[in-house]
DNA sequence: CCTTTAAGAGTCACCCTGACTATAAAGCTG
DNA sequence: CAGCTTTATAGTCAGGGTGACTCTTAAAGG
């Protein structure tokens, strides 16, 4: 509990000569619902190492860079949609990981962030990361370095706020339907969901979903055409939908 | 989105000449519950800039120590409490800050922690922060630095959490009535919660307290004497005890 | 001794929810 | 084309949790 400490203690514990400097790293949990399945965007490492292993992307906050910016930036990069594209997508810090031996080679501190998004094209690897690609969660080896951890941190804090938010949009295009947003709630909990309570919560909360005019055409599938939604304006939950324990889909 | 990229970049993001030396800090956001206010722990600031201004406690995180070890070791300090009674203390990491310019000395990343502590004795100051100290939550100006956001930050986490967690007996001494436990989310929600409805709540939910033998003793104050509680082993609050919206205490 | 204060027991109605049934409208199969 | 499957959507019903409320008990204070 108490360490060695490199120099003079002042109360207001900012000491310049005091400091060790650290690199600082942003780490993207990147997850979609594709096919079905959650699935999340990983790259393959190239080099020592963890050479061939899978990992989260993620890089450098630059000199002039806040986290959060660095994450945007990082997330552009490695889907190789536009900036402006990415601009929109739900992007959130989920914690920070800052064990002293979590890179071998040097002292790195990583901000965590996860995103969360809809079903979009293949990842085209702007350049930098041609290698990113999406794969179903849990359907890999052991990641990198503490990726392990922080995936499953992240799919915890996302089934969790699916639960009091409405951030179940996220995994959404700009118009669903219900049983697309359904779809997400099953397959991030795994569970299955009664088809008529789940709708008639999701239309009981204000602002969750908001109905989009015209005919309830849509759903290349098979079944009875469904009403398309937009996502509405709010964004907490309640009472929230909480998750049931029990049944396993 | 696109900032300038300090050297040649690498597929795996880990070019060690692309990385930029960072001080990385914790900073404390310490609540209390006393004389049926809200407190927060503060130090004032002996030097520029924000001189004389409050500030949250908090400090370098040291070469070999993780950020969650640094949190714990500056809260022994700034409480003067001991490495023994500081280790069974609620500490948990809040999130990180990292504008570039949230210090104007130099490129800080500031790792906050939110700390859940019982009605203790007046904080000691053990050596190196003397003027440590109580204050009621919102009594002061601005805070140095971002301070007052992760402040507010912290204040709305916790809040949050007392309603699907068991997180209020960390407010509370080891042995406590319910009504101790209820001034606990009157104080931090600032709502008055039915006593009966309350009680029924708490006891429903199996593991959040648990009854200690004896008589049913104590509270110093008058009213009928109440009976004792421990904190229970259940850490959920399932289903959750949400708060009001209404009326304001 | 009466008032005040708080603990604790209990009641009642409403709302949300889980479980379930039924109908409508599409695609698929033979 | 007829029937089956699949999905959306409407509706019912019982049980549990909660808010609002009343009442009793047991202390302290004037």
Same mark, same amino acid.
């Given at each position: ?10 109360? *207001?514990?900012?000491?310049? $000569? ?20 959650? @699935?999340?965007?990983?790259?393959? $490492?190239? @080099? ?10 993620? #890089? ?11 994450? $945007?930036? &990082?997330?552009? /990069? ?9 601009? =929109?997508? =739900?992007?959130?810090?989920? +914690?920070?990981?800052? *064990?002293? *031996? ?9 901000? !965590?962030? %996860? ?8 990842? $085209?690897?702007? #350049? ?12 890999? #080896? ?12 992240? =799919? ?6 699916? /639960? ?10 700009? /118009? ?5 947003? +359904?779809?997400?709630? &099953?397959?991030?909990?795994?569970? /299955? ?11 009981? %909360?204000?602002?969750?979903? @908001? !109905? ?19 996502? #509405?304006? !709010? ?7 909480? +998750? ?6």
């Amino acid at each position: 509990m108490s360490a060695p400490r490199p120099g003079p203690r002042r109360p *207001d514990g900012y000491d310049p $000569r005091a400091f060790e400097p650290f690199a600082v790293t942003v780490d993207l949990a990147v997850f979609t619902v594709r096919e079905e399945r959650l @699935q999340v965007l990983l790259v393959q $490492r190239g @080099q020592e190492p963890y050479r061939g292993a899978w990992a989260l992307p993620g #890089g450098f906050v630059l000199p002039r860079e806040s986290a959060g910016l660095a994450a $945007r930036r &990082e997330l552009a /990069e490695e889907t190789g949609l536009s900036d402006a594209t990415v601009a =929109h997508l =739900h992007l959130e810090q989920l +914690r920070t990981y800052s *064990d002293p *031996d979590r890179d071998p080679r040097m002292r790195v501190v990583s901000v !965590a962030y %996860t995103a969360l998004v809809p079903d979009l094209p293949e990842p $085209r690897g702007g #350049g930098d990361a041609a290698h990113a690609q999406w794969l179903p969660y849990g359907s890999y #080896g052991p990641l990198a370095f503490d990726h392990d951890t922080i995936l499953a941190d992240a =799919h915890e804090r996302v089934g969790a706020k699916l /639960e009091y938010t409405c951030l179940a949009t996220a995994f959404c295009p700009p /118009e669903f339907t219900l049983g697309e947003l +359904r779809q997400v709630y &099953e397959t991030v909990w795994g569970v /299955e969901l009664d088809r008529p309570n789940f709708r008639r919560k999701v239309l009981a %909360t204000p602002g969750f979903v @908001q !109905a989009v005019e015209g005919p309830p055409r849509l759903t290349g599938g098979r079944g009875k055409p469904a009403a398309l939604y937009r996502a #509405g304006q !709010a964004t907490a939950l309640h009472p929230p939908l909480l +998750r049931p324990e029990g049944r396993q889909k």
